[in-house]
């Protein structure tokens, strides 16, 4: 079955730069979307189709997708971007979830 | 606004069985296919089922294939999870999420825990 991983956890300091990576086989050859999971919250999707980011979510969100690897972004950290993170994508009519990150903002 | 909301959930025996409810309100169901997504305490999230604008589309993870079964009432904006022959790995929080096509995301519900014990 088609498999996503993630990094277990990736540390920040405020203002700082975050990048998140999610890899899977030919993964730049479909869309891959992304979503942020606070604590006892349901997920929000931050960036969807690779690189779109949907109305509301700030800007310092970027993603990119090629070859193996798609990368979620997040410039200029903030504290309140302290979450876990879950890259996404469809293998035929199975949707698959990555292993998920845990970004903490020391 | 657009909302997703999940009911349903609760306490089940091994072998039981358990349906869970999502209502949608703020948009029409039939233009959208909607998935289940579920969520063991403290883990990642993992996709269980989808069903197309109709209900005429289905598709379910490998793992509660013919255990599971998905289901809409577009005229109640409604859709449905019967989940029979539970196990114990069934124990989790199962969101109910609007998909665009074999893409996104973009609307959750806030879950429905589903415990599966003795």
């Known amino acids: 079955s088609y498999q996503l991983t993630q990094p277990p956890s990736v540390s920040v300091s405020p203002g700082q730069t975050a990048s998140i990576t999610c890899s899977g086989d030919k993964l730049g050859h479909i869309f891959a979307s992304w979503y942020q999971q606070k604590p006892g919250q349901s997920p929000v999707m931050v960036i969807y189709?690779?690189?779109k980011r949907p109305s509301g979510i700030p800007e310092r969100f970027s993603g990119s997708n090629s070859g193996n690897t798609a990368t979620l972004t997040i410039s200029e950290t903030q504290a309140m971007d302290e979450a876990d993170y879950y890259c996404q994508a469809w293998d035929s009519t199975t949707a698959v979830f990555g292993t998920g990150t845990k970004v903490t903002v020391l | 606004e657009v909302q997703l909301v999940e009911s349903g959930g609760g306490l089940v025996q091994p072998g039981g069985s358990l349906r869970l409810s999502c209502a949608a309100s703020?948009?029409?169901?039939?233009?959208?296919?909607i998935h289940w997504v579920r969520q063991t305490p403290g883990k990642g999230l993992v996709w269980v089922s989808g069903?197309?604008?109709?209900?005429?589309?289905?598709s379910y993870a490998d793992s509660v294939k013919g255990r599971l079964t998905i289901s809409r009432d577009n005229a109640k904006n409604t859709l449905y999870l019967q989940m029979n022959s539970l196990r114990a790995e069934d124990t989790a929080v199962y969101y109910c999420?609007?998909?665009?096509?074999?893409?996104?995301?973009?609307?959750w519900g806030q879950g429905a825990l589903v415990t599966v014990s003795s």
């Open positions: 999420a609007r998909g665009v096509g074999y893409s996104e995301f973009d609307q």
């Open positions: 189709q690779d690189s």
């Open positions: 703020g948009f029409a169901l039939s233009n959208y296919w």
């Open positions: 069903n197309n604008y109709d209900g005429s589309r289905t």
